[in-house]
């Protein structure tokens, strides 16, 4: 992922709930234009999701990570997604995330819905 030097690259994950994988693949092809447009003005220049299975890693790169995670925390847009997200995901903590991301489910630079 290039960011052209700019904003800070970081990684983190999420976990699909089983069964799930392939209706979130289809889920999260694209964005809608308003959650894209507010991740934008929160300072994201580039965000990528793969999936291995049930791991979904998150690739991040935003101008300033505590800004946007504030920005997109209050923000009623990414609220409205998140609820819109939560069935695909349960909360879990992996012990063994591996190397291999898995294949490309989404990235930031694909068109909106």
């Not at 889920?27 to 965000?47: E, K, N, S």
Request: net charge negative.
């Amino acid at each position: 992922m290039s960011s052209a030097g700019l904003g800070e690259p970081f990684e983190f994950h999420t976990f699909l709930a089983p069964g799930r994988g392939p209706a979130y693949d289809d889920f999260h092809r694209a964005i809608p234009a308003d959650l894209d447009a507010v991740m934008r003005a929160a300072g994201v220049i580039a965000w990528r999701i793969y999936r291995n299975d049930l791991i979904l890693t998150h690739q991040v790169v935003a101008l300033d990570r505590q800004h946007m995670d504030e920005i997109l925390d209050m923000d009623p847009v990414n609220q409205r997604w998140q609820q819109e997200v939560a069935p695909y995901l349960v909360d879990t903590q992996a012990t063994d995330i591996g190397d291999d991301p898995g294949d490309l489910v989404w990235d930031f630079s694909w068109p909106t819905r």
